[in-house]
């Protein structure tokens, strides 16, 4: 059974810095893209940032020169790591990857159960 488990959420004060980390488990042939998503209460659901298998990066414009998105593929790991956090920031951060499983067909589309992010001073 693949999972995604993300680590690092937490309450920052306004301008600082947090990491968060989304490590795949189980029987993993090879991850597609990943992507970092965020939900704030009572909006939609927005795409962070994403970052192919070899490693292009794509952010929402709101994140652009504060955010960046990495991946370890030996590790099958993602991160994001956020500076300069602003209020709006806060959300509940989650990671998607589309993966394909040892003995399945094709790849899937898999989420991470979330993280709390707050930025507050």
């Known amino acids: 059974q693949v999972q995604l488990v993300e680590s690092g959420g937490g309450l920052v004060q306004p301008g600082g810095s947090l990491s968060l980390s989304c490590e795949a488990s189980?029987?993993?042939?090879?991850?597609?893209?990943m992507g970092w998503y965020r939900q704030a209460p009572g909006k939609r659901r927005e795409l962070v940032a994403a970052?192919?298998?070899?490693?292009?990066?794509t952010y929402t414009n709101s994140v652009k020169g504060r955010f960046t998105i990495s991946r370890d593929n030996a590790k099958n790991t993602m991160y994001l790591q956020m500076n300069s956090l602003k209020p709006e920031d806060t959300a509940v951060y989650s990671c998607n990857a589309e993966i394909l499983e040892s003995g399945n067909p094709s790849p899937l589309d898999y989420w991470g159960q979330g993280t709390q992010v707050t930025v507050s001073s």
């Open positions: 970052i192919t298998e070899t490693g292009r990066t």
């Open positions: 189980g029987s993993i042939s090879y991850i597609n893209a």
